[in-house]
């Protein structure tokens, strides 16, 4: 029998201990609230979605947010400059550039001129490379959710064989280093497949974990894996069906169920999980803020 890895439940119960931890640390200390700042460029629709949720979020748990939302054909030097507010902001305690950026302007340029103490998204060199060393560091938020659910699920790690799909850098590559750091929630033996991976099932077939970011929905059927593996599917593709639309992740669910351990659904797994992680990185942003 498959589980499903309920992400919609445990962001529930993760959004209690953070509303916990704020009335704590920092309503009953009469400081002030977490603020979380969100850089968008332009009108692409699923980031105008990602960046509402993540907005909604902070509602939710009763954080503050800002949103500076610049126009499609802002110059790089423009979107610098609103970095540099948010650096210099002592009222902004985390803040993010919403990726993907369009083609004129410089993604790791940006990316290297976020404050790292403010960069919750866990993307800049500084607290990358730390979180390569096993350094506390921010951690980009999908890889952190995925830790998550295995670890609050109790899923063995340790000693496994884990096949991530995907190697970008707010995924696949980060989810790849943190299952095989020497570290709890680590020590997985993994492999890390790419669109120059010729042959993907031969190594999907030996993985106890799949963790799929491809972007391609249906890409790992119930024939490229072994009775019992454990699936996570990051994959969120917008799918249209005559007027209607809907979220399909990379995984053929119908082939998987039933023959895997394990698996986190599409709408309601992975999702979930990377928007409140967000959240508790703007928590742990806004505690080590000198200037609270
Ligand atoms: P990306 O386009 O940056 O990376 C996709 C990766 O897939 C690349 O590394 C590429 O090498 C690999 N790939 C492409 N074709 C392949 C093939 N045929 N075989 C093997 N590998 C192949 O995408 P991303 O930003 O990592 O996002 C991936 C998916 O995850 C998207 O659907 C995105 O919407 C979703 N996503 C979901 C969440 C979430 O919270 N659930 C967060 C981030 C991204």
């Not at 993604?107 to 730390?130: C, L, T, Y």
Request: glycine fraction near 8%.
């Amino acid at each position: 029998m498959t589980q499903l890895l309920n992400g919609n439940k445990l962001a529930i119960d993760i959004r209690k201990e953070i509303s916990k931890e704020i009335e704590k640390n920092i309503r009953n200390k009469k400081k002030r609230l977490p603020h979380l700042g969100i850089i968008l460029l332009g009108t692409n629709s699923s980031s105008l979605t990602y960046v509402n949720s993540k907005i909604q979020e902070c509602k939710n748990i009763g954080i503050e947010s800002s949103l500076i939302h610049l126009p499609n054909d802002s110059s790089e030097r423009e979107l610098l400059k609103e970095i540099q507010k948010m650096n210099n902001n002592p009222l902004i305690d985390g803040f993010i550039v919403q990726l993907p950026l369009q083609k004129h302007i410089n993604s790791d340029k940006i990316i290297m001129s976020i404050n790292p103490k403010k960069d919750v998204d866990g993307f800049h060199p500084e607290n990358f490379g730390k979180m390569s060393l096993d350094m506390k560091a921010f951690v980009p938020a999908t890889a952190l959710g995925i830790l998550t659910i295995l670890d609050r699920y109790k899923i063995e790690i340790s000693g496994k064989h884990t096949v991530v799909i995907g190697r970008s850098r707010i995924v696949g590559r980060p989810i790849s280093i943190l299952m095989s750091r020497k570290n709890y929630l680590g020590n997985s033996t993994v492999t890390l497949t790419h669109s120059h991976t010729p042959n993907i099932d031969y190594y999907t077939k030996q993985a106890d974990i799949i963790i799929t970011a491809v972007g391609c929905p249906g890409f790992l059927t119930g024939k490229m894996i072994k009775k019992g593996a454990i699936v996570i599917d990051v994959g969120i593709t917008i799918v249209k069906d005559g007027k209607k639309s809907f979220l399909k992740g990379d995984v053929d669910f119908n082939s998987v169920y039933g023959k895997a351990s394990y698996i986190t659904p599409v709408p309601g797994g992975v999702g979930p999980m990377t928007r409140i992680m967000l959240i508790k990185n703007t928590l742990m942003a806004a505690l080590n803020n000198e200037n609270k």
